[in-house]
């Protein structure tokens, strides 16, 4: 896990500064599960297309266990609504909204972040 991990981590990297687009699933622009498919997709694994679809076909792992690559999802009730990839360290690159691009961040909201991995 760790290598294909940190194949993950550097495929989000690489969009870096791409624009945020509705819908969009690379590789010019991205929504934030659109990014997640795309990456995940560049070390050979399927995902489903929205960041729900993904949070409950994810194995859920605690925080203290995360490594990079895995999946961040932001969690209200049982229905995740941001997704993003967990670079470690308690940064995350995720496509944020509308307006912005592709980048590294800080996780915020911790009570609402869940983190789930994906088996090959």
Do not use: I
Not at 23 to 38: E, K, M, V
Request: a positive charge; charged letters at 20%.
């Amino acid at each position: 896990m760790l290598v294909r991990g940190r194949r993950v981590v550097a495929a989000a990297g690489a969009q870096r500064g791409k624009p945020y687009r509705h819908g969009a699933q690379g590789p010019r622009a991205f929504d934030c599960s659109g990014l997640t498919t795309y990456v995940y997709r560049s070390v050979r694994v399927a995902l489903p297309r929205t960041a729900n679809a993904q949070f409950h076909a994810a194995k859920p792992v605690s925080r203290a266990t995360a490594q990079p690559g895995d999946l961040v999802f932001w969690v209200h009730g049982k229905h995740a609504y941001h997704v993003g990839v967990y670079a470690g360290g308690g940064r995350v690159w995720h496509a944020p909204k509308s307006g912005d691009h592709v980048r590294l961040a800080t996780v915020w909201s911790w009570r609402e972040v869940h983190f789930g991995r994906v088996a090959a």
